[in-house]
Every structure is written in structure tokens, then in C-alpha cells.
């Protein structure tokens, strides 16, 4: 299927690794140029040069935190005109509500949900401007399955599912599309890191974390390409008449509304 993007330019955010890499090559690989943004300079860097090596799109960088003052604003700027959003920057960390403390909850929001409000709020004047864009927001599934053990997590996800039906329930009158993602357990490094942690606590053995994988849909976690064509298929005119919305890729474990 055509997805009728290349000559598109996309801004992905939180692209040096997992889902946002993996974004940044399905989207190279549909003919998308790109500008790609993260803290790690190195890491966009090694992207950068995968991505050259079997794609003739053009890649920029952009190294910056998203957290700091005026970075939004520079970031918007330095951009220049783009068709397509991925806000996917972010990581909150997890915990109950005693164990998070003001401090750490406070960042945790500043770089993923205040992140991607303020960045849509930068973006989206520039996309109207241009005569339309798609805006995606890679959220998570806990802002849907609620977990006490990730109370910052679930209500930021929560709030971000929330925004972006918000800004996405009207938008289409400037031609803007805006949709969410709510990835489950993706087979990236922080999966297996938090899987071996878990079976440290569980099993006083980090090596069992097969165990605990196994007991995930299909016995694994979705692979990062399922989370990346999705947002391309989003992103192309093929989901023209998709907006306010958010997508749950998790094998169903949110559906799980059971007590057993």
C-alpha cells in the first residue's frame, strides 16, 4: 500500500533509541525526510548514519532537552516547515504516590507531558499555516490500564490521552489531524531493564525474566515496528478522516477489565 508520503518532513522527538527510532527508520523508509531530537547527540548521530545507510531521505539533527527554557520555541524555529509531529519524548518514572516525590514528579511531567502540549502548542500555528499536518503523541497504556505502582505514569498518560482528544476533536476544521498511540510493553532496552528488575524483586533472580515475559500476550512484547507502522499509516492521508482519537496497542491487556 502506498502511503503517499514520500516528500514529507517530519519532526520526531525522543528519536535516538526504542520507539523513536524506530519511528524515525519506518518513516525514512516511506520516503519521509526528517528532523530528528533528543538529548543525546551521539545517539542521533548513530541514527543518522543507519539511516543514510539504506534510506536517501534527508536527516537533520537537533540535540536539546525539551525541558529547558525556550527549547520548544527553538526547537519549533530551527525546524523550519514540517508536515508531520511524533511528540515521543519521555520516560516517567515509576512507583506509588509515596514513593514519588514532588521533585521527580514534577520532571517526569515537564519532559513528556508538558513536552508534548508545549511542542503542539509551537507546531500546530505552523502546521494550520502551511494548509494542514498530522500530529501523534506516543502516550502508553498505562494512562488506560491504572497502576498504582506507576501512579505518575498512568495520570500523565491519562492527562496526555485527555489533550490530545481535546486538541484533536476539533482540529480538523485547519486541516490538522491529531491522534494518540498507547503503546503497551515494546521490545525495547527499558522493557527488558524493567522486566529484570521485576524478576530481581519477584524471583530474587533477574535471570527469570523470561518467566514474567511469557505471561504477555503472544508470550512477548510487541515488537517496535508494530508501534512505528501504525504511525505511519496515522501520519498518511490513507487515515485522512482520523482525529481525537488514540490507538491502544497493547495485545489487549487494557481490555483486561477483569477481576480475575
Same mark, same amino acid.
Given at each position: 500500500?502506498?502511503?503517499?508520503?514520500?516528500?514529507?518532513?517530519?519532526?520526531?522527538?525522543?528519536?535516538?533509541?526504542?520507539?523513536?527510532?524506530?519511528?524515525?527508520?519506518?518513516?525514512?523508509?516511506?520516503?519521509?525526510?526528517?528532523?530528528?531530537?533528543?538529548?543525546?547527540?551521539?545517539?542521533?548521530?548513530?541514527?543518522?548514519?543507519?539511516?543514510?545507510?539504506?534510506?536517501?531521505?534527508?536527516?537533520?539533527?537537533?540535540?536539546?532537552?525539551?525541558?529547558?527554557?525556550?527549547?520548544?520555541?527553538?526547537? *519549533?524555529?530551527?525546524? &523550519?516547515? /514540517?508536515?508531520?509531529?511524533?511528540? =515521543? #519524548? !519521555?520516560?516517567?518514572?515509576?512507583?506509588?504516590?509515596?514513593?514519588?516525590?514532588?521533585?521527580?514528579?514534577?520532571?517526569?511531567?515537564?519532559?513528556?507531558?508538558?513536552?508534548?502540549?508545549?511542542?503542539?502548542?509551537?507546531?500546530?500555528?505552523?502546521?494550520? *499555516?502551511?494548509?494542514? &499536518?498530522? /500530529?501523534?503523541?506516543?502516550?502508553? =497504556? #498505562? !494512562?488506560?490500564?491504572?497502576?498504582?505502582?506507576?501512579?505518575?505514569?498512568?495520570?500523565?498518560?491519562?492527562?496526555?490521552?485527555?489533550?490530545?482528544?481535546?486538541?484533536?476533536?476539533?482540529?480538523?476544521?485547519?486541516?490538522?489531524?491529531?491522534?494518540?498511540?498507547?503503546?503497551?510493553?515494546?521490545?525495547?532496552?527499558?522493557?527488558?531493564?524493567?522486566?529484570?528488575?521485576?524478576?530481581?524483586?519477584?524471583?530474587?533472580?533477574?535471570?527469570?525474566?523470561?518467566?514474567?515475559?511469557?505471561?504477555?500476550?503472544?508470550?512477548?512484547?510487541?515488537?517496535?515496528?508494530?508501534?512505528?507502522?501504525?504511525?505511519?499509516?496515522?501520519?498518511?492521508?490513507?487515515?485522512?478522516?482520523?482525529?481525537?482519537?488514540?490507538?491502544?496497542?497493547?495485545?489487549?491487556?487494557?481490555?483486561?477489565?477483569?477481576?480475575?
Amino acid at each position: 500500500m502506498d502511503l503517499h508520503l514520500r516528500g514529507k518532513r517530519a519532526l520526531v522527538t525522543g528519536a535516538s533509541q526504542g520507539i523513536g527510532e524506530g519511528i524515525a527508520k519506518t518513516l525514512a523508509s516511506e520516503g519521509v525526510d526528517l528532523v530528528l531530537t533528543a538529548r543525546s547527540a551521539d545517539n542521533l548521530d548513530r541514527v543518522r548514519g543507519e539511516i543514510a545507510g539504506i534510506s536517501g531521505v534527508a536527516v537533520e539533527i537537533l540535540p536539546l532537552d525539551v525541558t529547558e527554557a525556550g527549547a520548544c520555541e527553538r526547537l *519549533a524555529a530551527e525546524t &523550519g516547515d /514540517i508536515d508531520i509531529l511524533v511528540n =515521543n #519524548a !519521555g520516560v516517567i518514572p515509576g512507583g506509588d504516590l509515596f514513593d514519588i516525590d514532588e521533585d521527580r514528579w514534577r520532571a517526569g511531567w515537564e519532559l513528556k507531558v508538558f513536552g508534548y502540549i508545549n511542542l503542539c502548542r509551537q507546531i500546530y500555528p505552523k502546521l494550520k *499555516a502551511r494548509g494542514g &499536518g498530522v /500530529i501523534v503523541n506516543i502516550i502508553g =497504556n #498505562a !494512562g488506560e490500564a491504572l497502576d498504582p505502582q506507576y501512579i505518575c505514569g498512568s495520570t500523565g498518560n491519562a492527562s496526555l490521552m485527555a489533550f490530545t482528544r481535546t486538541l484533536g476533536g476539533n482540529s480538523l476544521a485547519d486541516n490538522v489531524r491529531v491522534v494518540g498511540i498507547n503503546p503497551g510493553p515494546v521490545n525495547t532496552d527499558r522493557i527488558y531493564s524493567l522486566l529484570k528488575k521485576l524478576a530481581k524483586t519477584r524471583f530474587g533472580d533477574e535471570n527469570r525474566y523470561t518467566e514474567l515475559e511469557a505471561m504477555y500476550p503472544l508470550g512477548r512484547p510487541a515488537h517496535v515496528g508494530e508501534i512505528a507502522d501504525l504511525v505511519a499509516f496515522l501520519a498518511s492521508d490513507r487515515s485522512g478522516y482520523t482525529s481525537g482519537t488514540i490507538f491502544t496497542v497493547d495485545g489487549g491487556i487494557a481490555s483486561r477489565r477483569s477481576i480475575v
